[in-house]
């Protein structure tokens, strides 16, 4: 069974600067997790999808992350624009449906803003 | 404001040992509680977990004990192998049916052959 793919695996960006995050969830999982883990910190849920529709998004920044999951099946986390203290891992998991307490998680984007 | 607290950063012990690895929470809704265990370059992946009605579960080596009163939960390792070395992260979620998970600091384990 292929695991949570995610791209790219690094990006260096200025601040200022647009940036995309992409993910490809297991497949069949109803449930999808945008995790932020700034170092030397544990992941911090950002937004949770079921299916293509937002379950919980009120720690998203959102005056400058956005993120979808149009088709139900991957998603993509965009953040524009980037400040210093974006630097972090974006980590993305999936669940087989909202009950379920087994977060398969991707290998994660770790993202660096200059 | 911290509610799932991991309080040491990290932890060595010999292969063969017993590793223990704490957690405290302050949050009272928490009802479910995991362990989650990191490779360096690689995303955290599922440890074992306990509900609120067990003060106890096992699964092969991993042992995870919970004390509600006192909002604590410990996971024990044994024998250690250095396998094991990574981040081991505690875990809480509240709410029946949906996994919203907050994360501790995670420790360090370090086994040493």
Same mark, same amino acid.
């Given at each position: 069974? $292929? ?8 990006? @260096? ?33 950002? @937004? ?30 965009? @953040? ?7 630097? $972090?891992?974006?980590?993305? $998991?999936?669940?087989?449906?909202? $009950? ?15 | 404001? +911290? ?6 950063? *990290? ?12 957690? %405290? ?5 928490? %009802? ?8 360096? #370059? ?12 067990? %003060?106890?579960?096992? %699964? ?19 024998? *250690? +192998? ?8 505690? #875990?809480?979620? *509240?709410?029946?049916? *949906? ?15």
């Amino acid at each position: 069974e $292929a695991g949570v793919a995610q791209s790219p695996r690094y990006k @260096i960006i200025e601040k200022r600067q647009s940036v995309a995050f992409w993910c490809n969830p297991i497949s069949g999982h109803a449930t999808l997790y945008w995790y932020q883990q700034i170092l030397g910190q544990g992941p911090k849920l950002l @937004i949770q999808f079921q299916n293509n529709g937002v379950v919980d998004d009120s720690q998203l920044p959102k005056d400058r992350f956005s993120a979808e999951r149009l088709k139900g099946v991957d998603s993509t986390l965009k @953040i524009q624009p980037a400040k210093l203290e974006d630097s $972090a891992v974006y980590l993305c $998991a999936s669940s087989r449906d909202r $009950a379920s307490e087994k977060l398969f998680f991707g290998s994660g984007t770790q993202l660096s803003v200059l | 404001d +911290q509610q799932v607290k991991q309080n040491s950063p *990290s932890l060595s012990v010999q292969e063969g040992r017993i590793s223990i690895l704490n957690c %405290d929470y302050t949050n009272s809704m928490f %009802d479910y509680f995991l362990w989650y265990k990191k490779y360096p #370059a690689e995303g955290p992946t599922f440890l074992i977990s306990i509900s609120s009605i067990k %003060d106890k579960n096992e %699964d092969g080596r991993f042992t995870v004990f919970l004390n509600k009163s006192a909002k604590h939960l410990s996971l024990h390792i044994v024998p *250690s +192998q250095p396998g094991d070395s990574a981040v081991y992260f505690c #875990a809480a979620s *509240s709410g029946a049916g *949906s996994y919203q998970l907050t994360f501790g600091k995670g420790t360090k384990l370090s086994v040493i052959p």
